[in-house]
């Protein structure tokens, strides 16, 4: 029988399509271990978890006993490692618990790895490693410097760092992917595009970051999640793999394709910019294509018409998703212009 691949994060936005994904191309069986944080959600892989060929244990990665007992329990061939306080916005209001979950919880995942001799171990991490690119630069390619520029992105890019240190001093196999944004169903509503969409359906206001010509080189889900899992199987040991959509466009630009698509009335409303925010992040995506032989396949257009189709049919997941611990975060975020209308 093939061991088995631990998923870290598997019930989050990523982390479930990766699952999916991975159920159809691999003949591992797929451990799901997650913290079901206020961005975890089970829904996210209904269908999915079958007590056998996919199964959901929740716990924390920071968690040395767990993670070790788990590890102990069956062989597995590999750790993916998706699980992260993920959002820029509650990084800047409380950094800590992304220290804890993204920098310790790695360390964690490492140790245990390396103690219990899984083979490999993938860091899925982000762009945003790299700061802020200016506009006539050169995209980032993956030995560009590490310039963080949020407190997410440092403890994105300090886990990196742990991540190599484990494969120069004890020679771990590991594997480091570094994305721009992603898209596509199930991301959860604080993040850019799932927010206006949800807001130009309900016909609230959009509430743009100061000018909103900030650049993101936007990505479909799916073909993230196929360049991850050509790296978990083909990437070199040590190596950083860049994945990018090679497809940037201005914020303002996407909030205007939302309203068209959606044919919403909704305005756009100018807020107070996010500090320290990033003006462009760009992947040079020409070096992975090579090495994996991967290219991202999902036309923005066709993406994200896709994306805002998921949204008006799946209604109820949005609104259980939009009940919690997510009304508290919104109407203190952007309550002050629209209290009340979430
Ligand atoms: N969303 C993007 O555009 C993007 C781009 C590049 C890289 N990434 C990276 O991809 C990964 C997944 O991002 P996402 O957008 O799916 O995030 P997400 O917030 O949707 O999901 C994160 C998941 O991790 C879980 N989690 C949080 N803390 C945990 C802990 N201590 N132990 C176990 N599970 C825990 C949550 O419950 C959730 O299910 C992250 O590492 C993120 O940094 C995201």
New binding site residues.
Partial sequence: MSSSILV????????SALVRRLLLSTESNIVV?????Y???LENLDGVIDGHRCRFLR????DTRLVETILQGEKFDGIIN??????VDRSIESAVPFI??NVV?TQVLLDVARRQNVRRFLQ????EVYGDLPRNADAFRSTSPLAPSSPYSAS?AAADLLVLAAHRTHGQDVVITR????YGPR??PE?FIPLMILNALEGRPLPVYGDGRQIRDWIHVDDHCEAVIRAYHDGDSGAVYTIGGDCERENIDVVHMILKATASASAVTHVTDRPGHDRRYAIDVSETATRLGWTPSIRFEDGLAETIEWYRTHQAWWTNVKSGDYRTYYERHYGSFHEGTL
């Avoid at 271990?33 to 944080?37: E, G, K, Q, Y």
């Avoid at 998706?82 to 959002?87: F, K, P, Q, T, V």
């Avoid at 994305?179 to 992603?182: E, G, L």
């Fill in positions: 870290t994060g598997g019930a989050g936005f990523i982390g271990l997650d913290a079901l944080t961005a975890g959600n716990g924390s990665i920071t998706c699980a992260a306080e993920s959002h804890h979950t919880g899925m991490s982000t762009d994105k994305c721009s944004n992603n991301q959860f993040k």
